[in-house]
């Protein structure tokens, strides 16, 4: 079964984010990197843009599909993981340690919305 950690926050859509303080780094799950196959590009916004709960941020594309990224939070893009631009591969090696995205929260409330790890994990049964 593919993992699933504790403490992080999930979408049924099958994203993350993972929440230090106002930060949240966002990527997709272990489920998702597994179902979606080779990964081979990552469409990540741009540093300053802003994003909100439930939209698209950007995509992922694998050998398989194309798969929208919807993000779980809404505030401003401070950071986009660049090792992914030149190996994407990353993902499916480790989804949860490569995160596609820091976002600094602006609704810290929207985390109410989302699933927790025990929620998520039924949905990928």
Known sequence: MSKVVEGLYYT???EYVKVEGNIGYVGITDY???QLGNVV???MPEVDDEVTAGE???AVESVK?????ISPVSGTVI???????DAPELVNED???????????SDP?????????KAYEAICQ
């Open 65 to 69: 599909a194309a798969s929208d990224l």
């Open 32 to 34: 998702a990197q597994s």
């Open 109 to 117: 409330s929207e985390l109410e919305n989302l699933l927790d790890a």
């Open 41 to 43: 590009y990552v469409d």
């Open 56 to 58: 698209e941020f950007g």
């Open 12 to 14: 049924e859509s099958h």
């Open 79 to 85: 950071e986009i993981n660049e090792a992914l631009e």
């Open 95 to 105: 989804a949860y340690a490569n995160w596609i995205m820091k976002v600094e929260l």
